[in-house]
């Protein structure tokens, strides 16, 4: 009897001890959110991604455009090109911790893996600036090829990659920051994305995207819909915002074919995805929100509005 | 004093805007017209003026909306992307007429941006079309 007592108890205690830690995990674990960067509004528009809300507006920079998102640190960075700088802000507070001054217009954001440095383009003077995550500030840069646009990383290789947008190419430099390729792309290559062997570029001007393997350099064009802008693969699909025709394109990579359009908001510009909550989310320029899809089915959740001409160029997704 | 100030600090915040990189421009504006939304729509899809320098991207019978590229132009703007829609009003005899404008200024390199090619100049010349281009609109589908 006292030993059926004394095992109750022990319940009991467990049984409060593990609520308290599931409460005080709680207390510091915030939902997943979507960062938008409304360039017309010059404020970061935050949503949450568990109830498809907008739960807080952030005033930045003047324009901002690219953001990149740390998500082991909690940070996302925000490039305002209005006023050349980059504000810095806490995703668990959702508060600017730092604005960094650049003295040129940053136009697209990426992290290295371990996030300790942010790489963005800079579209005048043709240089890549590298900031330390740690001292908030730029430690170096280095020059690159005319009209650096997207810029991505690939993890596989440790490359970073950079579109021209007005040289129709695509570069890539490793660690040392060497260029060890330049290829050429469609006419006008904007977004660019890279996950495992491959490299995407969305072509703006001949509505294509072009396919580029980081193993024997070979290259491949892909038709899509009119004026391209971003893209991004999912398991065998690859999806791109097609700005002119208000839709994505759907794109299996198996036979590298367009195989279908899905209606998104005026202008789409950007995409992003949350795998675990199954979500697929657009940025649309033209009608200032964002549209919210399945990403099993890619059927319409929601569209929720933001602000002025919402952007957010780069990964803009909180896990 | 104290309004030449604020004209002046208002001067200087708006050219540190148009000071900025290539962003694209937006020009938005409607005009309600009296006549039903189904019957501008229909006007709208061959408004002759359109045929002369655009090119059609597409048409939305269900929304009511167009969509056109400017292939060639003469003003201070370039890559000039546009749609045009039909709303309800608010009767059944009357429309909303909404038309936004995407757009790039000429100069695209590094500053000093040369005057006459900045965004606010790309974007006084998109107005001074959107503008009166509504209002012929209007009248156009009033008179009919």
Known sequence: MINQNKKFILIILTTIFLSLIY??????????????????????????????????????????????????????????????DISVIDTRTDQIIKTIKLNTAPLSLTSSPDESKVYITDWFKNNVLVISVEEMKVIDSFKVGKTPSGIAFNKEYN???????????????????????????????????TKGKYAYTANVYDDTVSVISLEDWSTKVIKVGAHPYNILTHQNLGLVTNTVDDSLSVIDLKIDKEIKQIKTGETPENLDIHQKLNLLVVTNWGS???????????????????????????????? | ????????????????????????????????????????????????????IMKTRSFD????????????????????????????????????????????????????????QDDATAVAAVKKIVKPGLARLKKALESK
């Open chain 1, 23 to 84: 409460l005080y995990s709680n207390y510091y674990k915030v939902n997943p959110k979507a960062y938008i960067t409304n360039q017309g509004d010059d404020n970061v528009s935050v949503v949450d991604l568990v109830s498809l809300k907008v739960i807080q507006t952030i005033k930045v920079g003047i324009a901002p455009l690219g953001i990149t998102i740390l998500n082991k640190k909690n940070l996302a960075f925000i490039g305002n090109v209005g006023t050349d």
């Open chain 1, 159 to 193: 490359y970073l990659i950079v579109t021209n947008r007005d040289s129709n190419s695509i570069e890539i430099y490793n660690k040392n920051k060497k260029l060890i390729k330049k290829l050429a792309t469609g006419k006008h290559p904007f977004g660019v994305y």
């Open chain 1, 288 to 319: 200032d929100s964002i549209s919210v899809y399945s990403l099993k089915n890619l059927t319409l959740i929601k569209e929720i509005k933001t602000g002025a001409q919402s952007r957010s160029f780069g990964d803009f997704i909180l896990h």
């Open chain 2, 1 to 52: 004093m104290r309004k030449f100030i604020l004209a002046l600090t208002t001067l200087l915040f708006s050219m540190s805007i148009f000071a900025h990189g290539p962003t694209p421009q937006k020009v938005q504006e409607s005009i309600t017209v009296n006549v039903a939304p189904a019957r501008a729509w229909l006007t709208i899809k061959d408004f002759s003026d359109f045929k002369k």
């Open chain 2, 61 to 116: 019978d269900e929304i009511m909306k167009i969509k056109y590229e400017m292939l060639k132009t003469d003003g201070p703007f370039s890559d000039y992307n546009a749609y045009i829609i039909v709303k309800k009003g608010a009767n059944d005899n009357e429309s909303v007429i909404q038309w936004t404008a995407r757009f790039y200024r000429t100069y695209k390199l590094n500053p000093p941006i040369p005057e006459g």
